[in-house]
């Protein structure tokens, strides 16, 4: 069983489980949550994006096309499966 050593001090730091923006010194703008060590190039709006093409292209792939080739997602800027 581990035992903190007596060097360390009997209270934690709290670290606050939220995103923080970085820039490199490259220029890239990244974010990264110190508490569980996550990061991401991607902004909040581009990560919700992704997560909004991701389930349409499942409801796609649940509905299926309608057996012509045409798929109504299409119209939706979907590639259809």
């Given at each position: 069983?581990?035992?903190?050593?007596?060097?360390?001090?009997?209270?934690?730091?709290e670290?606050?489980?939220?995103?923080?923006?970085f820039?490199l010194?490259d220029?890239?703008?990244t974010?990264?949550?110190?508490?569980?060590?996550?990061?991401?190039?991607?902004t909040?709006?581009?990560?919700?994006?992704?997560i909004?093409?991701?389930?349409?292209?499942?409801?796609?792939?649940?509905f299926?096309?309608a057996?012509?080739?045409?798929c109504w997602?299409?119209?939706?800027?979907?590639?259809?499966?």
């Amino acid at each position: 069983m581990w035992t903190k050593p007596p060097s360390l001090q009997d209270k934690d730091i709290e670290v606050k489980d939220e995103w923080q923006e970085f820039t490199l010194p490259d220029g890239t703008v990244t974010f990264m949550n110190p508490k569980t060590g996550q990061y991401s190039r991607l902004t909040t709006q581009d990560a919700a994006k992704v997560i909004q093409r991701r389930v349409r292209w499942r409801q796609v792939r649940a509905f299926g096309t309608a057996g012509d080739g045409w798929c109504w997602a299409s119209c939706l800027g979907i590639v259809c499966p």
